[in-house]
């Protein structure tokens, strides 16, 4: 889960501030950012590049551009033969790959530090020089079509879900699935791709974050030599969407052959750390856990222990992002029970957590179990670059990472009530339930 990166890199703070500082940061003469994340536990780092483009930045009618042209970033350049990148990589002892969000694309690549240069070169020469043809683009259509009928259109879950954030954002991006609608997928073109690769894949429209056993300045000659040539473009400003107020309570339902127990969701649209009323991210992040984040929360406690009515309960918050976040709550029927009956739980739940405090003992348990969680995976290099890049993409700066800690140990029974009754409000949810087929 995201908030435990953000512990993890807070653990790293109190142990050496300054060796995992913000300071070891430049910028190219073309623009391109640079971050280093000092790790000196193993002789290896990950060299991560994001780049400012995400589903968010897709032009009506190509939903699913971002993610198709992440798969046709590995189809080779004139200098590096199709299906080279990650064999090279993989022959060096490392491993590579890309993924697309709402808010930007990545690419990333862990290995030993001494073939870092390797690296370099060969993602500097795809941000310049990447060649895919009519037939590369068939292919890589039928691929994330392929990927989408797994994923969705053969996944309940999967198909819900989509229905559901759809019905929850009206106007905003997110409204649209990050892999796109099939119908539109279908239509994806070569000049589509090209065009969105031209657009945005710039030094002056992306951030390099290595983080392993390097220091800035190992890495920056490194930089100026692989990406320093590369030029620089001018790039359309991006389009910051809000959300208009909602005034209506949603309620979606689906059958399906494939449904076993019926599930209950409730989503609320809130706020994060730059979107929105972002005084009560901290205090959401925390209340979530409380809810819903262990077996110890007031829900599971109450629906699968208490009353049994549930086989399992689950909550969740992401407080980083350019646009609004999800306050998501899911929970399956447990035998022959009612839906209802777990919809009323949740109902009277929420109502409860409105109007009547959290003990301090429960907030101190839950800030603490999340503290255990980032301890546990603090070395994990990869995990240090994505927390960085998604604090910094999000239009976060280090002041995030370096006060997390005071905030969330911060946080009183007062703020969780203030960002209950903020987020918990009828018109701005939707109801799902998801429910095997009818007799």
Known sequence: MRYCLILLIVCCFS??????????????????????????KVPAVTHTLWYKAGSIDEPQGQSGIAHFLEHLMFKGTPNVPKGEFSSRIAKLGGSDNAFTSHDYTGYYQNIPKEHLATVMELESDRM??????????????????????????????????????????????????????????????LKNASDWFHRYYAPNNAVLIVSGDITMDELLPLAKQYYGPIQSRIIPPRIHTTEPPARAER????????????????????????????????ALTVLSYLLAGSQTSTLYQQLVVDQQYAASVSSNYDDIGIGPSIFAFRAIVQGHNSINDIEAVLDDTIEHV??????????????????????????NLKGLAFIYGQTILSGLDQSYVENWEHNITSVTAEDIMAAANHVFVPQSSVTGYLMKEEE
């Open 15 to 40: 142990s050496n501030a300054q060796a995992l500082g913000f300071s070891q940061r430049a910028t190219l003469d073309n623009g391109l950012e640079i971050i280093v994340i000092p790790n000196t």
């Open 128 to 189: 310049q020089h990447i060649a895919f043809t009519q037939e590369d683009v068939l292919r890589e259509r039928n691929v994330i079509l392929e990927e989408r009928r797994m994923r969705i259109e053969n996944n309940p879950q999967g198909l819900f879900t989509e229905q559901l954030k759809a019905s929850l954002f009206l106007h905003h991006p997110y409204h649209n699935p990050l892999i796109g609608w099939m119908h539109e997928m279908e239509t994806l073109s």
């Open 251 to 282: 309620i979606v339902m689906m059958h399906d052959p494939k449904i076993v127990h019926d599930e209950l969701y409730r989503y609320y649209q809130a706020p994060t750390q730059t979107y929105g009323d972002t005084q009560h991210a901290y």
């Open 354 to 379: 409105k109007s009547t405090p959290f003990s301090q003992t429960d907030i101190e348990r839950a800030t603490n179990a999340l503290a255990a969680e980032a301890i546990y995976a603090r070395e």
